[in-house]
């Protein structure tokens, strides 16, 4: 069946580099994508978001690639810091009425 | 604002008991969410409503009802607890989305049944 996913479900990256955390999708009619960030314990956190009409789009700190092509997600951190550690999802948006489909979430871990 | 807020925020129950997780939101959204999540997966929605009086079934909703009488509050019942029903539940709201279909979230109830 058509859902979203994530290629990898762990990312250890050092602090200071940049991480990029993808995410697949199978749905061409999804017209709207988001990235949320979830630390342990907390609800779900906006990051960033992207609508199919765009190929890019640049936050603080943070960008999301959109290659409508090959129905890729990515988001890009730059300079990854300790806080940023936390499981990453994408979602996309399919249906009327705001319904987001999200992927299983990337964990992503910060090394000092 | 609060925002979302959730209640309780951790709760036991027995096998065949039955509960109301609280959700409510200030932000005067009409688009408001409930989902579970269990360990290690992502969010899958179980009901939705649209505005009060209006609820919509998600990908999950089997043992679960809910009700939005006004647009503030949207309670998840839970009838005849089940050991597959522990999981942590995330309320959430929206606005219409005509910029965006950001999605807000509560801190979530962490449900065990045993």
């Known amino acids: 069946g058509e859902n979203v996913g994530l290629h990898l479900p762990t990312l250890s990256v050092q602090e200071g580099d940049n991480s990029i955390i993808n995410c697949a999708y199978s749905?061409?009619?999804?017209?709207?994508f988001i990235w949320y960030k979830q630390e342990s314990g907390k609800g779900p956190q906006f990051i960033i978001d992207?609508?199919?009409?765009?190929d890019k789009r640049q936050g603080q700190r943070v960008t999301v690639l959109l290659n409508k092509t090959v129905k890729h997600l990515s988001l890009q951190i730059a300079a990854t810091q300790p806080g940023d550690s936390a499981v990453y999802f994408c979602?996309?948006?399919?249906?009327?009425?705001?319904?987001?489909?999200f992927g299983q979430g990337t964990e992503l871990s910060v090394k000092p | 604002n609060a925002g979302v807020t959730q209640t309780p925020k951790f709760r036991i129950l027995k096998i065949g008991q039955s509960m109301t997780l609280q959700c409510a939101q200030d932000?005067?959204?009409?688009?408001m969410y409930w989902y579970r999540q269990d360990p290690g997966m992502g969010l899958k929605l179980i009901y939705y409503?649209?505005?009060?009086?209006?609820?919509d079934k998600g990908e999950v909703p089997n043992g679960y009802n809910v009700s939005r009488s006004t647009t503030e509050d949207f309670p998840l019942r839970l009838e005849l607890a089940a050991p597959s029903q522990t999981s942590v539940y995330f309320c959430?709201?929206?606005?219409?989305?005509?910029?965006?279909?950001?999605?807000?979230f509560g801190p979530g109830t962490r449900l065990t049944v045993t």
């Open positions: 959430a709201s929206s606005s219409a989305g005509l910029i965006s279909y950001e999605q807000y």
């Open positions: 749905n061409s009619a999804s017209d709207y």
């Open positions: 992207i609508r199919s009409n765009m």
């Open positions: 979602a996309e948006r399919r249906y009327q009425g705001g319904k987001l489909i």
């Open positions: 932000m005067n959204h009409n688009y």
């Open positions: 409503s649209v505005g009060a009086g209006i609820t």
